[in-house]
T-cell receptor, first 114, second 111 residues
C-alpha cells in the first residue's frame, strides 16, 4: 500500500536555526497537510495545501512557518528561527480531492530544539 | 474556533470489559474520523463516519455518529490488551481544508 514518507525521522537543531522537514505524499493525492504534536498532547492542525497554495492555516502557523511543493513529489515545512517551544513531532498527511477516505499520515519527524 | 472534546482522557480497564469513549464537537460538520496512536508512532485510521446515524464496526471497536447531538462514540467490547493505545477523534471543518483533533483518550487494558 502506498505510504506517506517523511525525512528525517529525528532532527536536532540549535535554537534560532532554520529547519526544513520533508514529506513525500502519496503520488495521486492532491491535498497535503502538516500537523504537530507536542509530547503527550493532542495533534494540532498547522496548514493544508492544495493546488500549489495554502488552503487553510491555523493560528500556530505564523510568519515563522512556510510550506512549499518544490517539485512534483516533495512537500516541505520550513521553520525559521526555531524556538524551544517548536520541539514536537511533526506529521505530514495527504488525501485525494474530496475523498471519503481518511488522511494518510506519515511516521513523523521528531524535532528537538536545543 | 471549533472545539473537539473527548472523554475520558484516561481509561484503565480490565480485559473482557466494555467501555465507551465520547467525542463532542462544536461545529455542524458531518464528517468525523477516529484514529489510533501507539506510543511514538503515527496515526492509524480506524473509522470514517460520513453522515448522521453512521455506524462502523471493526473487531471489538464500534463507532457511531450523531450529527444532531454533535457526538460520536467509540465503543469497546470485551477489551483485550492489544487495544491499549491513545484514541483520537477528529472533525473536518471547511470541506477537507481544516481538521481538528480531540485531546485523545489514553486507553490501558490490563490483563
Amino acid at each position: 500500500e502506498p505510504e506517506v514518507t517523511q525525512t528525517p525521522s529525528h532532527q536536532v537543531t540549535q535554537m534560532g536555526q532554520e529547519v526544513i522537514l520533508r514529506c513525500v505524499p502519496i503520488s495521486n493525492h492532491l491535498y497535503f497537510y502538516w500537523y504537530r504534536q507536542i509530547l503527550g498532547q493532542k495533534v494540532e492542525f498547522l496548514v493544508s495545501f492544495y493546488n500549489n497554495e495554502i488552503s487553510e492555516k491555523s493560528e500556530i502557523f505564523d510568519d515563522q512557518f512556510s510550506v512549499e511543493r518544490p517539485d512534483g513529489s516533495n512537500f516541505t515545512l520550513k521553520i525559521r528561527s526555531t524556538k524551544l517551544e517548536d520541539s514536537a513531532m511533526y506529521f505530514c498527511a495527504s488525501n485525494k480531492v474530496y475523498s471519503n477516505q481518511p488522511q494518510h499520515f506519515g511516521d513523523g519527524t521528531r524535532l528537538s530544539i536545543l | 474556533e471549533l472545539k473537539v472534546e473527548q472523554n475520558p482522557l484516561f481509561l484503565s480497564m480490565q480485559e473482557g470489559k466494555n467501555y465507551t469513549i465520547y467525542c463532542n464537537y462544536s461545529t455542524t460538520s458531518d464528517r468525523l474520523y477516529w484514529y489510533r496512536q501507539d506510543p511514538g508512532k503515527s496515526l492509524e485510521s480506524l473509522f470514517v463516519l460520513l453522515s448522521n446515524g453512521a455506524v462502523k464496526q471493526e473487531g471489538r471497536l464500534m463507532a457511531s455518529l450523531d450529527t444532531k447531538a454533535r457526538l460520536s462514540t467509540l465503543h469497546i467490547t470485551a477489551a483485550v490488551h492489544d487495544l491499549s493505545a491513545t484514541y483520537f477523534c477528529a472533525v473536518d471543518e471547511d470541506n477537507f481544508n481544516k481538521f481538528y483533533f480531540g485531546s485523545g483518550t489514553k486507553l490501558n487494558v490490563k490483563p
